[in-house]
C-alpha cells in the first residue's frame, strides 16, 4: 500500500495534452511529499515536478515550467501532472515517487535518491 500507482500516459501529437493520475495512500498524502521523474530510452532518470507534503510548495524543472501543472486531490489520495504544450523530447516513461521525509518541504525534491517508493511506470509519447 506505500507503492503509488501511475496511470494516464499514451501517445498524443506535438502541442497537445495529457494528464498523469499517481494514487497513493492516505497516510502518504498527508505525511510525505511526492513527485514526478521520467525516463527516456538509453538516458538517466530525470526529475520534472514535486510536490510538498502540505501541497504549499510546488516545483518544477526548468524544461517544463510553463507547461506542467503538479496538484493533487486529498479526497481521491490522487496526485496529478497536466501535461500541455507537449514536445517530442517530453517522450519518457513517467514515475510517481514518493518522498523519503516525512514532513519535509525542503530541497531533497530533485534527485531520484531522494525518494523511496515508485510506481511501475507509464508510457508518454509524442509524435512530431
Known amino acids: 500500500q506505500v507503492q503509488p500507482v501511475e496511470s494516464g500516459g499514451g501517445l498524443v501529437q506535438a502541442g497537445g495534452s495529457l494528464r498523469l493520475s499517481c494514487a497513493a495512500s492516505?497516510?502518504?498524502?498527508?505525511?510525505?511529499?511526492m513527485g514526478w521523474f521520467r525516463q527516456a530510452p538509453g538516458l538517466e532518470r530525470e526529475f520534472v515536478s514535486a510536490i510538498s507534503w502540505s501541497g504549499r510548495r510546488l516545483y518544477y524543472a526548468d524544461s517544463v515550467k510553463g507547461r506542467f501543472t503538479i496538484s493533487r486531490d486529498t479526497n481521491k489520495n490522487t496526485m496529478y501532472l497536466q501535461m500541455n504544450s507537449l514536445k517530442p523530447e517530453d517522450t519518457a516513461v513517467y514515475y510517481c515517487?514518493?518522498?523519503?521525509?516525512?514532513?519535509?518541504?525542503?530541497?531533497?525534491?530533485?534527485?531520484?535518491?531522494?525518494?523511496?517508493?515508485w510506481g511501475q511506470g507509464t508510457q508518454v509519447t509524442v509524435s512530431s
Open positions: 515517487a514518493v518522498n523519503r521525509r516525512q514532513y519535509y518541504s525542503g530541497s531533497y525534491y530533485k534527485s531520484p535518491d531522494d525518494y523511496g517508493y
Open positions: 492516505g497516510r502518504t498524502f498527508s505525511t510525505y511529499g
